[in-house]
């Protein structure tokens, strides 16, 4: 019996949120040394140890074509450097509670020096107006859009990791500050407009 429209949206649903996974754990397991999961297949009755680049591909492959690709396990795998995908992904919650955990302590210092908010990429506080009126840190120069992204859609009801998966799968820069954290900073004033000037740095002059 073939799938229907509703399971076939879905599963496809499921691999999307699959590849903003992957994309995360690779973030922060490959500069460690692992070049990818590792998976038991019952149809093989064995580990099937799988590259970064190879499960993207696969998972993109059934996400258009909605077929699953043949095996194609590395040639001998070192298994010490594959990791599952349950240990991913604990891995990198818990990378993700550090960064909150850190995020939170640096927001708490920045309200008591008068609330003013802290650029989410360097950590330095950013001049009177913050993100309403600047569009680039003017100490590390990165542009701010990330973070007025991520507080309009936290104004909108957004979770933190879907706005964290988003941002990540659009392929921002990694920030120092978790995202919906500096949103959570602007709680209780107006929710930041998402149009900002493209030219300068400054988006209207300070009265």
Same mark, same amino acid.
């Given at each position: 019996?073939?799938?229907? =429209?509703?399971?076939?949206?879905? %599963?496809?649903?499921?691999? %999307?949120?699959?590849?903003?996974?992957?994309?995360?754990?690779?973030?922060?397991? *490959? @500069? !460690?040394?692992?070049?990818?999961?590792?998976?038991?297949?019952?149809?093989?009755?064995?580990?099937?140890?799988?590259?970064?680049?190879?499960?993207?591909?696969?998972?993109?492959? #059934?996400?258009?074509?909605?077929? #699953?690709?043949?095996?194609?396990?590395?040639?001998? $795998?070192?298994?010490?450097?594959?990791? +599952?995908?349950?240990?991913?992904?604990?891995?990198?919650?818990? =990378?993700?509670?550090?960064?909150?955990?850190? &995020?939170?302590?640096?927001?708490? *210092?920045? %309200?008591?020096?008068?609330?003013? $908010?802290?650029?989410?990429?360097?950590? /330095?506080?950013?001049? /009177?107006?913050?993100? /309403?009126?600047?569009?680039?840190?003017?100490?590390?120069?990165?542009?701010?859009?990330? =973070?007025?992204?991520? #507080?309009?859609?936290?104004?909108?009801?957004?979770?933190?990791? +879907?706005?964290?998966?988003?941002? &990540?799968?659009?392929?921002?820069? /990694?920030?120092?500050? &978790?995202? @919906?954290? =500096? &949103?959570?900073? *602007? *709680?209780?004033?107006?929710?930041?407009?998402?149009?900002?000037?493209?030219?300068?740095?400054? !988006?209207? +002059?300070?009265?």
């Amino acid at each position: 019996m073939l799938p229907s =429209v509703e399971e076939r949206d879905e %599963r496809r649903d499921d691999i %999307r949120r699959d590849l903003a996974d992957l994309a995360i754990f690779r973030k922060y397991l *490959e @500069p !460690k040394g692992f070049r990818g999961i590792v998976y038991y297949c019952a149809d093989c009755d064995e580990d099937h140890y799988v590259s970064w680049d190879l499960l993207r591909d696969n998972l993109e492959f #059934t996400l258009e074509t909605g077929e #699953t690709r043949v095996h194609e396990p590395a040639h001998e $795998p070192d298994p010490a450097l594959y990791v +599952s995908w349950e240990y991913a992904r604990g891995y990198a919650d818990g =990378v993700e509670d550090s960064r909150r955990a850190e &995020a939170e302590r640096r927001l708490k *210092e920045s %309200r008591r020096a008068g609330g003013r $908010p802290l650029c989410a990429f360097c950590g /330095e506080r950013l001049p /009177e107006g913050g993100y /309403e009126a600047w569009n680039y840190c003017p100490r590390c120069g990165e542009s701010l859009a990330p =973070v007025r992204l991520a #507080t309009y859609l936290y104004h909108r009801g957004w979770p933190a990791r +879907s706005i964290e998966e988003l941002l &990540a799968r659009a392929g921002f820069k /990694e920030t120092i500050l &978790a995202l @919906p954290l =500096v &949103a959570l900073h *602007e *709680e209780g004033r107006r929710p930041l407009p998402v149009k900002g000037a493209s030219k300068g740095k400054r !988006k209207r +002059s300070q009265a």
